[in-house]
């Protein structure tokens, strides 16, 4: 399935109007909805683990999503790509159990656990029933604190990734976020990319790894959310049992504040395809600035709200340039970008960046309607419960909201934070965010006119 660079699958007609119905029936639903809302817990163990709790005893099943703040913007010059492999490493074999062992007991037992690592938090997940509770959490315990890193399992994996790595290579839409990444971060780490580069995923030792273990994952770093069938007492007890024994501290995060490097470059990178791929942005907004929610307001009727987005009706809608074209805001722990892409025929390229640029300028220069900014908030507030459908999504957004230092209480201010934003605020954060003049963009393609 074709997707956005920040994992979202593009949206056909058919399933914006299937989403569109389910979110009225939300609406409606929304009294029942709230007066059935979910009770978080604070949870600290006997040796003073913390973990943010929902119980519920409905099903026979517990998800827990925990991450450590740190990730691959801590690999160390030469070897881009290891939090990554380590991330791809710690479930195969752990123990005196090797990789084929240590799966099949996952298999055996129907437990899911896996690792993975953005640019500032390595993130886990577990999911078991009831009745393999133990079990599950002792797997996990021996993943993080006794991985293997066999031989045979290190240059199997290492050769996964190194043919991702140069599958991603030859496509488009990796091409321009990658080359984006290094135009807006030349010499930081977030212009690195993550699964690094086959020279340095061939550089990695076992020594590597088992380094950046012992450096990172240290509980002071550690953020956990447990929803499902256990008790605060019982959690306490597994928390101590499954992270008591890491460093107290992991390695001190030293990595620089950066702005991004856009003032309104483009670059072209040439390949013979009939469709070029268009990535473009400027400096945004981290997730603490007090201007977070009319910034995220604005960014849904700018170009976030898929067909009702400004975007998508002058690119598509109006003049069928392109299938998508949309824009995100992209808070990191120490830069922020507002990004966003386009994708269209090479003799459309240069218009379809012009009506980007012109309106990016129109949203700086005039706002945002009055309708347009009761149907934002609406949807944003409506359709939020969406994300909350499973044990698991609702683990990993209450490990998010940890990361992002928004209180235990976010999920019921949340509403109340889109509702106050007003016409003005949007119209004042897009005079601060949004100057097309600075609007950078990489090209991807073979396009005319440039």
């Known amino acids: 399935m074709k997707r956005n660079p920040d994992g979202s699958p593009l949206l056909s007609w058919e399933r914006l109007a299937h989403f569109r119905l389910l979110l009225a029936f939300l609406l409606c639903l929304l009294p029942l909805l709230s007066a059935r809302a979910m009770t978080v817990e604070r949870v600290i163990s006997p040796a003073g683990i913390e973990a943010w709790l929902v119980e519920d005893h409905s099903n026979p099943i517990i998800s827990m999503h925990f991450a450590f703040r740190g990730g691959t913007a801590l690999d160390p010059s030469g070897k881009a790509g290891l939090a990554d492999m380590v991330g791809s490493l710690l479930d195969e074999g752990a123990g005196d159990m090797d990789s084929q062992t240590f799966q099949g007991k996952l298999e055996d037992m129907a437990i899911s656990l896996g690792y993975s690592v953005g640019k500032d938090a390595f993130h886990g997940h577990l ?39 140069a599958q991603e290579l030859q496509d488009p839409d990796a091409i321009a976020g990658r080359a984006f990444a290094k135009q807006m971060y030349p010499d930081h780490p977030y212009g690195v990319p993550s699964n690094g580069y086959p020279e340095t995923v061939s550089a990695i030792t076992v020594d590597d790894l088992k380094g950046w273990v012992a450096s990172h994952l240290g509980r002071d770093q550690l953020y956990v959310a447990v929803v499902g069938d256990i008790t605060a007492a019982q959690l306490g007890q597994r928390l101590d049992q499954v992270f008591g024994t890491l460093p107290a501290k992991a390695e001190p995060i030293s990595v620089p504040e950066v702005a991004a490097d856009a003032k309104g470059q483009v670059e072209v990178i040439r390949r013979p395809i009939p469709q070029s791929v268009v990535v473009f942005g400027e400096q945004g907004m981290k997730r603490d600035d007090p201007d977070w929610y009319a910034a995220y307001v604005m960014n849904y009727i700018l170009g976030g709200g898929g067909f009702s987005s400004r975007l998508l009706t002058e690119i598509r809608v109006k003049r069928g340039l392109a299938y998508g074209a949309y824009s995100y805001l992209v808070p990191r722990d120490h830069a922020a970008l507002i990004e966003g892409g386009v994708g269209t025929r090479n003799d459309r390229v240069a218009e379809s960046l012009s009506l980007v640029r012109q309106e990016w300028k129109r949203m700086a220069d005039s706002g945002v309607t009055a309708e347009e900014l009761a149907n934002a908030k609406t949807f944003l507030n409506g359709s939020f419960p969406l994300q909350m459908d499973s044990t698991q999504s609702i683990a990993a957004l209450l490990v998010t909201i940890q990361l992002d230092r928004l209180g235990i209480d976010y999920l019921d201010r949340r509403p109340k934070l889109i509702s106050a934003v007003t016409r003005d605020d949007v119209r004042r954060v897009a005079k601060r965010l949004l100057d097309s003049e600075r609007l950078a963009a990489v090209v991807v393609g073979d396009p005319k006119g440039f």
């Open 127 to 165: 999911k078991t029933v009831t009745a393999n509770r133990d079990q599950a959490f002792d797997l996990l315990r021996l993943s993080l604190t006794q991985p293997r890193f066999d031989a045979d399992a290190v240059d199997r994996v290492r050769g996964q990734l190194l043919a991702e790595l």
